[in-house]
């Protein structure tokens, strides 16, 4: 759950320990810039593509240490097809992107509209490749980045809700096609990354779980120099993480008390569904600049 602290002034990659992505020297093509063809989904476009799609799972790989104004994304995308040789699109915005490879095969430059990827003469089973250089957020949609003015320390993090995880990896970005997460962060080496599920590699290069099948809207990143707070529930992780410069508000009495409340509505719902929390951790943030009064996404 990320919640905002709107009182405080100014608050409104699968990779070995080198990067994955390619170095600053220009690639052996030009990247695909699109121009905007469609930049809408709309209802019928996403009935068909449902019914064209299946068994959807993301291998998503981020390099959030390349500086200021942009990061890299990777992704692969494994999915099935209902009909030999049916089309569909993958939806993204990215200042450019590339190389495109879709079932061992490049793409060309037309492939890419400037917020889809075309896919043509699908087979039943199908492995799709994306590199992009995607652009940080201002203004608290796809990868939200924060400055703290106190000390200068960055924060991210993502917010999709209703369509904008196309802003930060390829994806078939509609709710119906739920999808398998398996993501892998590259930080700078003083932050904390937080997904959807525990960590199985720390970082600088911080590797995920895979998660059960969930929408893009809820994939979830947030990443920083966080101040954390770790408890446990039983076998559950738990976790409070406040930015740095307003570590102290979070210590002591009201964290626990935080704990204490967190652990008795875990109890309670169990109770009152029949059943445990479904998800592998649970992790509480209080971000900054965040333009709702709350948002839930699984397990963050």
């Given at each position: 759950m990320r919640l905002p602290l709107t009182e405080v002034a100014g608050a409104r990659p699968f990779v070995s320990a080198t990067s994955p992505f390619p170095p600053a020297a220009p690639p052996p093509d030009p990247p695909m810039v699109g121009v905007i063809q469609a930049d809408v989904l709309t209802r019928?476009?996403?009935?068909?593509?449902?019914?064209?799609v299946r068994d959807v799972r993301y291998q998503i790989e981020l390099d959030l240490d390349r500086g200021a104004d942009e990061f890299a994304s990777r992704t692969t995308l494994h999915f099935s097809c209902r009909d030999e040789g049916a089309e569909t699109f993958v939806d993204l915005r990215a200042h450019a992107v590339g190389p495109v490879v879709l079932n061992g095969s490049r793409l060309g430059p037309d492939c890419?509209?400037?917020?889809?990827?075309?896919?043509?003469?699908?087979r039943r089973d199908n492995?799709?490749?994306?590199?992009?250089?995607?652009?940080?957020?201002?203004?608290?949609?796809?990868?939200?980045?924060?400055?703290?003015?106190?000390?200068?320390?960055?924060?991210?993090?993502?917010?999709?809700?209703?369509?904008?995880?196309?802003r930060v990896f390829a994806c078939f970005d509609q709710p119906d096609l739920k999808a398998r997460v398996e993501l892998s962060v590259r930080t700078p080496p003083d932050w904390t990354a937080v997904g959807n599920a525990e960590v199985v590699e720390p970082g600088p290069r911080w590797r995920f779980a895979p998660t059960p099948p969930i929408?893009?809207?809820?994939?979830?990143?947030?990443?920083?120099?966080?101040?954390?707070?770790?408890?446990?529930?039983?076998?559950?992780?738990?976790?409070?993480?406040?930015?740095?410069?307003?570590?102290?508000?979070?210590?002591?009495?009201?964290?626990?008390?935080?704990?204490?409340?967190?652990?008795?509505?875990?109890?309670?719902?169990?109770?009152?569904?029949?059943?445990?929390?479904?998800?592998?951790?649970?992790?509480?943030?209080?971000?900054?600049?965040?333009?709702?009064?709350?948002?839930?996404?699984?397990?963050?």
């Open positions: 019928a476009e996403a009935r068909v593509r449902a019914s064209t890419y509209d400037g917020s889809r990827i075309r896919l043509t003469g699908l492995v799709l490749v994306v590199g992009a250089r995607c652009a940080y957020s201002r203004t608290g949609t796809g990868l939200h980045r924060f400055v703290d003015p106190v000390d200068g320390r960055v924060y991210v993090y993502t917010q999709f809700q209703p369509f904008d995880a196309r929408p893009t809207y809820v994939t979830s990143v947030v990443a920083g120099p966080y101040h954390r707070i770790r408890e446990r529930h039983g076998t559950l992780p738990l976790g409070l993480y406040l930015r740095q410069s307003l570590a102290e508000r979070l210590d002591g009495e009201q964290a626990a008390e935080m704990i204490a409340l967190t652990r008795a509505g875990l109890d309670h719902f169990a109770d009152m569904f029949g059943r445990p929390y479904p998800f592998d951790a649970y992790h509480q943030l209080f971000v900054p600049e965040f333009a709702m009064a709350r948002w839930r996404t699984s397990g963050a």
